[in-house]
């Protein structure tokens, strides 16, 4: 059970990390065992408020596949983090990753699913031990940052590097550790199925986002980008091919000038949410963090996931309408005017900008679900590669 811990330095939140490696891997285990000891150290010095519990974990069902991809390792992490009941959990592995949006990764973290994926494989081939040790720590650091709620900062060990060799800055700023200690201490509080509050699933869905709500906010809007979702090629080319469409169809410009704005604000709204659940649930999304059991991180999890495709979608029909309002100005107004039936009158550019934007995040719908599951995952999933 655990009990609240607060700013002023009393002792008593507890906080469990979960170190877990693969018992075949000789190197993994051996640093594992070096990193639970330090950790717990430099932690205990760094945040006497917490008492911190960190526990090695040796699992037989590692993925053997080289270089590892660090989605699966993210998404058994995050299993294994609800089965033991961690606050975080640190996958460890002496392979390399496979990188989705960079050249290379030591490390994948995840806000969202309060996990992270460390690799040892270019760290261990620095020239001695105190190396490695120090680029394996302050790597560590790093993705527990992440972790709980900083951002990069260029004078602390969130500063972000293409290659971790154990050179500093190697702490949190004093305003970093700060803000680790107010995140810290929501974790450290009693979960909502200790305290038996469990009544009805949505009950208990409520229940999460009331307490957790800024936490969540700042875990979708902090490490997402307002151009997230035009990483997808197949989402955007089906996007593309529909909007093109629709600006050389005379029926589309009849449509929109016969539809009024209200009922516009309206087909707007409902197609983004419809957009966004035909991606979540056409790929499947609703399967991370699952767990048997209403439990407050799983139930977390899947609002930050469920959120932050519903914030990627709008952003990018604020880039579509954008787009389509520039494309609109720069044709002739008379033409457009004609093919939407207004003869003289003006040609409302707002109205059939959003029109146009509308009906392209329905036609992304579409191209998202043509993505491969992996590609849409990791790019909801992971807060970055480094």
């Known amino acids: 059970m655990r009990i609240k811990a607060n700013l002023q330095g009393d002792k008593g939140g507890v906080v469990s990390i979960g170190l877990v490696v693969d018992a075949k891997d000789e190197m993994g285990l051996k640093w594992s065992s070096w990193l639970k000891s330090n950790l717990e150290a430099e932690l205990q010095k760094e945040f006497p408020q917490f008492l911190w519990q960190i526990t090695l974990i040796k699992r037989h069902d ?49 806000n969202m699913l309060e996990t992270a994926v460390i690799s040892l494989g270019k760290i261990l081939e620095l020239e001695n031990k105190e190396k490695i040790g120090k680029a394996f720590m302050a790597l560590t650091k790093h993705l527990l940052g992440h972790l709980w709620g900083l951002d990069h900062n260029q004078k602390s060990v969130m500063r972000p590097r293409k290659f971790w060799d154990g050179e500093p800055p190697y702490d949190w700023s ?54 997230m979702m035009f990483h997808l090629s197949r989402f955007i080319a089906a996007t593309v091919v529909s909007v093109i469409f629709l600006f050389l169809s005379a029926e589309a410009w009849e449509m929109g000038a016969a539809m009024r704005t209200g009922w516009l604000d309206f087909f707007l709204l409902a197609v983004i949410i419809a957009a966004t659940l035909s991606i979540y649930y056409g790929q499947n999304l609703q399967a991370i963090g699952k767990s048997d059991k209403m439990k407050e991180q799983a139930v ?58 509308t009906f392209g995040v329905l036609a992304s719908a579409v191209g998202g679900n043509l993505e491969e599951e992996h590609d849409i995952k990791a790019l909801l999933v992971f807060t970055e590669e480094t």
């Open 62 to 110: 590692f993925p053997n596949e080289s270089p590892v991809d660090p989605l699966i390792l993210l998404e058994f992490g995050s299993d294994l983090k609800i089965e033991y009941g961690f606050d975080f959990v640190l996958m460890i592995t002496s392979m390399p990753l496979k990188s989705r949006f960079s050249q290379g990764a030591s490390g994948v973290p995840s």
């Open 174 to 227: 004093p305003e970093e550790k700060q803000e680790i200690i107010r995140h810290l201490s929501q974790v450290a509080d009693p979960r909502l199925e200790e305290k038996g509050d469990i009544k009805s699933r949505w009950r208990f869905y409520l229940q999460v986002l009331l307490q957790e709500g800024p936490s969540i906010a700042k875990d979708i809007f902090l490490f997402r980008s307002v151009l």
């Open 300 to 357: 977390r999890s899947k609002i930050v996931l469920f959120g932050t495709l519903l914030v990627g979608m709008a952003a990018f029909w604020v880039n579509l309408f954008v787009i389509s309002f520039v494309i609109i100005k720069l044709l002739p107004a008379s033409v457009l005017a004609g093919w939407a039936g207004l003869g003289t009158k003006p040609l409302p550019a707002l109205h059939f900008s959003k029109l146009m934007a």
